[in-house]
């Protein structure tokens, strides 16, 4: 963007460029500054200490009280859990996948979220795509579908197909894994509750190779022992919420959130420990230098929010709405797709709300453009957590994207083994806080939003 037309952009906009000052101080606050090694010790504790955080898990529970605590020695205002119920509780077992004619082969298998338990062998039908299960009889067969990646709604609907295809009498299910890369890397997720036969994810390596034998008309005979099983009763869980109180305001609310649970494997780092370290500082950030300079203290309270059970569908997000229908949010924002330094400039603020507070949005990332952080912004409801509370009552919504949030990084280690905090690089979560914390300063003080 030319200079001419940014500051036009800034002036159309008025009183949001009164706000770049606020935004480099917090920037390099957070970046080079007091709060630059926190994030990522935070981080580091909570995922090495803890371990990875599923739902119905007592790493989870554990985690949960950790960072209450933390945030309770932060100073942060109204630190509390709000109870989630009605959760589903699913636990992986030792499963096992193995072919046993023409030759013995062990696979690298991750069941599906709700797949059930079951022991099957059987012959398998193998199809490079989802869509030619019609021209071809798998009554009775294990079903392989070998989809390449095409992107992550995709396979997402893949996870659900044993769902349709145990209906009409497969006796099983075995999935690529939704891995734009792969080094034998296995994905989980949700999808096969409500299903009546085992689903397994496997590597697309194996995958692959069982479509080539397949076509080479080999006769192939798999063997599975699923252990992995939904118990018969709910579980539950907690959001964990924390807030700055609004001096002015304080009953208008700025939510910035990210979600606490994960998968049982890896260390649930990059989905979504990150994010819950970024929302972390970006609040510490505001809260330290309100302290030296009141300039710095919001008008409106700015909440955090930490939503469980997101994995299995925003259930924590959905129960959150329900319990604060009455709570005047005016601006809701999560980061769940990779707490990454935005560095390239496809790094995005997907939103959703009016053209008139689109376009504040717009000067806020100009803002951070202009301080090294690019930013632009795209019209999109794909909002995750935050769209359950956002869609329903018009609230604005933003969902940062960073360049390294898409298919070409973030999906390849998203719900699986290799979710270690090593994913992330010097600089990730510090700049990410620094995007939420600029984002949540300027809404939290415009005098008209
Ligand atoms: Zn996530």
């Not at 926190?38 to 554990?62: I, W």
């Not at 992986?92 to 193995?98: L, N, P, Q």
């Not at 390596?205 to 018969?232: F, T």
């Not at 002015?248 to 649970?261: F, G, M, N, Q, W």
């Amino acid at each position: 963007m030319s200079a001419i037309l940014l500051s036009l952009l800034v002036l159309r906009v008025g009183s949001i460029s009164e706000f770049s000052w606020q935004t480099s101080r917090l920037i390099s606050h957070l970046t080079n500054g007091p709060e630059t090694r926190e994030p990522l010790r935070f981080l580091e504790e909570l995922c090495d200490d803890y371990g990875p955080r599923q739902v119905g898990s007592k790493n989870l529970e554990k985690a949960i009280d950790f960072v209450v605590k933390t945030l309770r020695n932060d100073g942060f205002d109204n630190v509390h859990t709000e109870k989630v119920d009605d959760l589903p509780y699913w636990i992986r077992g030792e499963d096992k996948v193995e072919m046993i004619y023409p030759r013995h082969h062990k696979f690298n298998v991750l069941a599906v979220d709700g797949s059930p338990s079951g022991f099957v062998e059987a012959e398998v039908v193998v199809v490079r795509s989802y869509g030619d299960l019609t021209r071809i009889s798998y009554s009775g067969k294990i079903v392989v579908i070998a989809e390449p990646y095409y992107n992550y709604g995709r396979s997402w609907q893949l996870r659900s197909a044993a769902r349709v295809l145990g209906d009409r009498g497969a006796a099983a299910v075995l999935l690529a894994s939704a891995a734009p890369l792969s080094l034998y890397t296995t994905h989980t997720g949700s999808g096969a509750r409500g299903s009546r036969i085992p689903s397994l994810s496997i590597t697309t390596e194996e995958a692959e190779m069982l479509a080539r034998m397949y076509e080479r008309k080999k006769r192939i005979v798999l063997r599975l022992d699923v252990r992995s099983r939904e118990m018969p009763y709910k579980t539950s869980s907690r959001n964990v919420v924390f807030e700055i109180k609004g001096s002015k305001k304080p009953k208008e609310v700025v939510l910035i959130s990210a979600h606490i649970d994960s998968w049982d494997v890896g260390q649930g780092a990059v989905d979504d420990g990150g994010g819950i370290a970024s929302i972390r500082s970006a609040m510490r950030a505001i809260r330290e230098l309100s302290i030296e300079d009141s300039r710095f203290r919001p008008e409106r309270t700015i909440r955090g929010v930490f939503f469980t059970a997101e994995e299995q569908g925003y259930m924590g997000a959905r129960a959150y709405d329900d319990a604060h229908k009455d709570d005047n949010i005016i601006f809701a924002a999560e980061t769940d797709m990779g707490a990454f330094r935005p560095r390239l400039r496809n790094s995005t603020f997907r939103f959703m709300g009016d053209s008139r507070q689109q376009r504040k949005i717009e000067a806020i990332a100009a803002q951070l453009t202009a301080n090294q952080i690019p930013m632009r912004v795209n019209y999109s409801d794909a909002q995750g957590d935050v769209y359950n509370l956002a869609q329903p009552r018009n609230i604005p919504a933003v969902n940062f994207v960073p360049d390294k949030g898409d298919d070409n990084f973030y999906f390849r280690y998203h719900h699986t083994a290799a979710d270690y905090v090593s994913v992330f690089e010097e600089g990730d979560l510090e700049y990410t806080a620094a995007v939420f914390a600029s984002l949540a300063n300027v809404i939290a003080n415009q005098d008209r939003w």
